[in-house]
Structures are given as structure tokens and as C-alpha cells.
């Protein structure tokens, strides 16, 4: 069976600060890798997606970047929060690129940016 | 990219009846219409979903409807239980899936 395991839980940062949340699965190999971003209350906004180790495609911009240093890992990053950056971060994956593949969610970090 | 309207926001049933949820899409191309259901503080988790290629589906309790023609899906969730309150996001697309704005469900008691 396959498992996501995000960290950490949960981040209070300060404006300007720099910021890092991972992602890992295991049990999958070449997964479809995602980054959703939620605001309270809010939609589900994708972030970024990776089809392959190294390459990331950016959806929105939000001063955010992403990487995927390896085939089971996705890092979320900035050098310098701002405070539209609080809000639950969800990592995701898919089992193939293509139509009709269902998301699978990490249980998240929830960010506060203060 | 596709655009997926959902509505209403907020909905509050009576234990036992019957709750609806609607979305419509814009993109004809769309051929994957999936349903999550996100509780307090949790991750969305899959509760069913539905292919072009079928235009009903149903899992215990809940009843998905398709009309491709006016481009527009449904969540009917029947005899309603306290547990069924939650955060209710429909979703649509192809190779990308869009997500609703969500509809806030509770059931009183």
C-alpha cells in the first residue's frame, strides 16, 4: 500500500523568513507529485506538479518554488514568507500522468506566517 | 483551464433527510468528476467519483449524477448521518482537475 507522509505538521514563521516543507511516498515509484494550498475555508489551489524526479511545472505564481530532488520526495520552498502565504499545504500524488487519475492527499502542514 | 462553479456553499439538513450538492463545469473535454470530502483540520479524502463514460453511480449512501449535455455533475447523499458533516469539494477535468469552492455541510440533529 502506498503512504504520504508530510512534514512537519504544523509552522508559525515569521514574515521574511524562509520556509521548507517536504513530502515523501513510499510504496509507488514514479509517482505524479502535487502541492495544493488551501486558505481557511478556501478552495483547493494546485500549486505545482512534478511528472518525473527533477522536473517541476509551477501553476501559480506565489513566490513559492518546488523541487524534486528524488523520485519519492517533493520539497516546497521560499527564501522569504509573506503573510498571503498562511494557510494548509497539501501534498498529493497520482498513480500515472494522463486523464481521470484520482489525488491521493498528505495530511498536510498547516502554516502561519506572522 | 477549466473552471468548476459549485453550489451552494452552506448547507444544513435535517438528520435523516437527503442533501445535494451541484457543480457545473466548463470544459467539454472534462471526462473525470471526482468528489472529496474534507473533515475539520484533515486532508479532502476521496469519497467517489465518476468517468464520462457513466452518467450515475452510487455507494451506499451517496448518489453521483452526470449530465454531460449541461455539463454539470451532483453529490446526493441520502438519510443523512452526523458524520456526513463536512467540508464537500467537487472537482472536474482531464489531465488537470479543478477543484469547487467547496460546500460546508451540516446535519442537525
Known amino acids: 500500500a502506498q503512504t504520504i507522509h508530510q512534514w512537519p505538521v504544523a509552522e508559525i514563521k515569521a514574515v521574511g523568513s524562509p520556509l521548507s516543507l517536504g513530502c515523501t511516498i513510499k510504496?509507488?515509484?514514479?509517482?505524479?507529485l502535487y502541492w495544493y494550498w488551501q486558505a481557511t475555508g478556501g478552495t483547493l489551489q494546485q500549486l505545482f506538479y512534478s511528472i518525473t524526479v527533477g522536473q517541476v511545472e509551477s501553476v501559480v505564481q506565489l513566490n513559492l518554488s518546488a523541487s524534486r530532488p528524488k523520485d519519492d520526495q517533493f520539497i516546497l520552498s521560499t527564501e522569504k514568507l509573506l503573510l498571503s502565504h498562511s494557510g494548509f499545504y497539501l501534498c498529493?500524488?497520482?498513480?500515472?500522468?494522463?486523464?481521470?487519475?484520482?489525488?491521493?492527499f498528505g495530511a498536510g502542514t498547516r502554516l502561519s506566517v506572522l | 483551464g477549466e473552471q468548476v462553479e459549485q453550489l451552494p456553499s452552506i448547507l444544513r439538513v435535517q438528520e435523516g433527510s437527503s442533501a445535494s450538492i451541484n457543480c457545473s463545469y466548463e470544459?467539454?473535454?472534462?471526462?473525470?468528476f471526482p468528489w472529496y470530502k474534507q473533515e475539520p483540520g484533515e486532508n479532502p479524502k476521496l469519497i467517489i467519483d465518476?468517468?464520462?463514460?457513466?452518467e450515475r453511480k452510487q455507494i451506499q449512501e451517496l448518489i453521483v449524477l452526470l449530465d454531460k449535455k449541461a455539463k454539470r455533475f451532483s453529490l446526493h447523499i441520502t438519510d443523512t448521518q452526523p458524520g456526513d458533516s463536512a467540508m464537500y469539494f467537487c472537482a472536474g477535468g482531464n489531465e488537470k482537475i479543478t477543484f469547487g469552492a467547496g460546500t460546508k455541510l451540516t446535519i442537525k440533529p
Open positions: 470544459d467539454s473535454a472534462s471526462n473525470y
Open positions: 498529493a500524488w497520482s498513480r500515472d500522468w494522463g486523464s481521470q487519475n484520482t489525488l491521493y
Open positions: 465518476i468517468r464520462s463514460n457513466m
Open positions: 510504496g509507488k515509484s514514479s509517482p505524479n
